[in-house]
């Protein structure tokens, strides 16, 4: 492990990590928020699942600075008494999980399609590129919102695990598309280098060609988009969330405590909503640095 990791930082792109600040910064406010989520039993105060340790009583209590505050409540509660600290870290799971699975998910259907697509050409690349086309042609909220409305209506009553399996399916269904015409466009110039070309020769099959020779050479642009991607469906779960059509009122994401929140901002509990605000802009805007800075790593011309 240590030998890879050294391996890594003497490459081009550790390089390039370790001479970019604010690429740095990134990851580390993006492995804190990833380590406070994956270990939130152990690191959050409180456990806001649980209902029967819940007070209504100190409900909407102001952060431990403010008057009204306590230190057993550091940024305050919402209007179920759920501590809003705990709720943002538990929140912060379901938002990674989501976002990085409707990515994962999107990824995988969107490099299927483009290797098709711009490897075998014809009917099958006019077919499927017009359905990209058709997809383009919708706002990606609005899909997403729609089929996370329908579903929820055909599932009223769903365990929670079918909502989110939902939610997933309805971003994962307007994100695979770019991965498609991305991968499709690589695909196009690779198939006609002298590799291939070799590869056919020799009587490789067109499917192992895909993978082990078209596929490697194609995932660079893909792997910045992803990352990228991932910050764009943390916001679309919150907004979502925050519509009513997302996760289920439950659970303490990050776009349910916005909109909770939304209620009681101007009667003077501004807590509530704006820390879930200021922690979905802190991940997405790290997020996105990450991804900034891949695209610049990966990119021989800027080296």
């Not at 098709?116 to 590129?129: Q, T």
């Not at 991305?182 to 006609?192: A, D, F, M, Q």
């Not at 969330?241 to 009122?249: A, C, M, N």
């Amino acid at each position: 492990m240590k030998k890879t990791l050294a391996l890594w930082l003497d490459s081009d792109v550790g390089h390039s990590f370790r001479s970019s600040p604010v690429a740095m910064l990134a990851a580390a406010i993006a492995f804190v928020c990833i380590f406070c989520s994956v270990f939130a039993g152990w690191v959050s105060p409180h456990n806001p699942f649980d209902l029967a340790a819940l007070e209504l009583g100190d409900a909407r209590l102001p952060p431990a600075w403010e008057a009204e505050g306590t230190r057993k409540y550091l940024l305050g509660t919402d209007d179920q008494g759920r501590d809003i600290l705990s709720a943002l870290i538990y929140g912060a799971r379901i938002s990674l999980v989501v976002g990085l699975v409707s990515v994962m998910l999107s990824v995988i259907v969107g490099v299927l399609f483009g290797l098709l697509a711009g490897f075998w050409g014809g009917w099958l690349d006019a077919f499927l590129m017009r359905v990209c086309d058709v997809m383009l042609s919708f706002p990606p909220i609005l899909v997403a919102l729609l089929i996370a409305g329908v579903g929820r209506a055909m599932f009223p009553n769903a365990h929670d695990s079918v909502a989110f399996g939902v939610l997933i399916i309805s971003i994962s269904l307007t994100g695979w598309v770019q991965y498609a015409r991305t991968v499709r466009g690589s695909t196009l110039v690779e198939r006609n280098k002298e590799y291939v070309q070799a590869a056919r020769v020799t009587g490789v099959s067109p499917w192992r060609i895909m993978v082990r020779h078209v596929l490697p050479n194609v995932m660079g642009p893909v792997l910045v988009l992803a990352t990228i991607q991932v910050a764009t469906a943390i916001i679309t779960e919150a907004t979502l969330s925050f519509l009513g059509v997302g996760v289920p009122p439950t659970s303490p994401s990050l776009g349910t405590l916005i909109r909770v929140g939304n209620d009681y901002l101007f009667s003077g509990e501004w807590w509530i909503t704006v820390f879930p605000g200021a922690m979905l802009v802190l991940i997405a805007l790290s997020v996105n640095l990450l991804g900034d800075w891949l695209r610049d790593a990966l990119n021989p011309r800027l080296r």
